[in-house]
């Protein structure tokens, strides 16, 4: 089994042998994403949450982080608020479709307060340099002043892989400094380096830089209504034809390809009879070249996409609104 195969939406997996050899024998394996808790899910989140669907269906055991501490390292609020917030973000994963039984949900202060933790984490760092763990965590906050919470923050993202007693750790291309600095950093202290895996960052969906994000710009989340969905992918950027110097980013294909055929078979696109019936597509690619040619018009992929991240979002979009009821 490759990285490919396995995840289908994996931008990269350091390294390909140690993936591989976890692969080959995934039973009583741990993978693990932490998040910090937020509100409401959006596709950032889903992108990771998809990974963990596939590892989970291969047999490893997920780990999902609640990181109510790093949120409060990070300035995001109150830690009761914080706490609070973790719990609504647990039921969207669990209705996204992780399965309850089999995902093992953990707040980070249920361990990260314990005497070996934190001194385990004294010593990275008196081992670790500011610069390298500024740099790690600039990526996470562009423009920002690193306070000197910002600086603890990765040291502890890499100790969670050791107390969480996880083989293959699970983000987003922007943990990869983080990652990067648990694989240098860890051994320095006594413990092994981490596999990781990297899926991709989906470009803003108005204008494709960037990373689409909650904070600034437009995503989807699982908050929005079909209505909202389609008026924001109605807006989105897509290019009829792809850049093949790859600097136009396409944020509507990069939802097809990272978020719904990674959980669907297929895709249709309905059509009426006139222009031409409906399109149904097994592969990825094959929609993409369909654009590129002209077969496939913008409108109507956008309306496909509408539609098939409806319905991965209704289940949680309804738990939600069950929650505040
Ligand atoms: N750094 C992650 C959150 C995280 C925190 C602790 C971890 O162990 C893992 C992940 C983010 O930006 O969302």
Known sequence: MTADSLVAAAEEVVTDEEFDALCADPEGKRVYVGYEPSGVLHVGHLITANALLDLQAAGFEVVVLLADVHAYLNGKGTFDEIRETAERMREQFLAYGLDDEATE???????QFDDDYVLD???LATTTSLNRSQRAMAELQSGQTASVGHVFYPLMQALDIVY????????????RKVHMLARDELPEVGYDAPTCLHTPIVG???TGEGKMSSSEGTTISMEDDRATIEQKVGDAFCPPE???EGDLVNP???LFEYQVFPRFETV???RPDQYGGDLEYDEYEDLATDLDSGELHPQDAKDALAEYLDRLIAPGRERLAELRA
């Open 105 to 111: 949900f953990v707040f980070g202060s249920e361990f």
């Open 121 to 123: 984490c004294f010593q």
């Open 164 to 175: 969480l007693d996880v083989d293959l750790a699970v983000g987003g291309l922007d943990q």
């Open 204 to 206: 803003d969906l108005a």
């Open 242 to 244: 792809r850049d093949p």
């Open 252 to 254: 509507v294909l990069e």
């Open 268 to 270: 249709v696109v309905e």
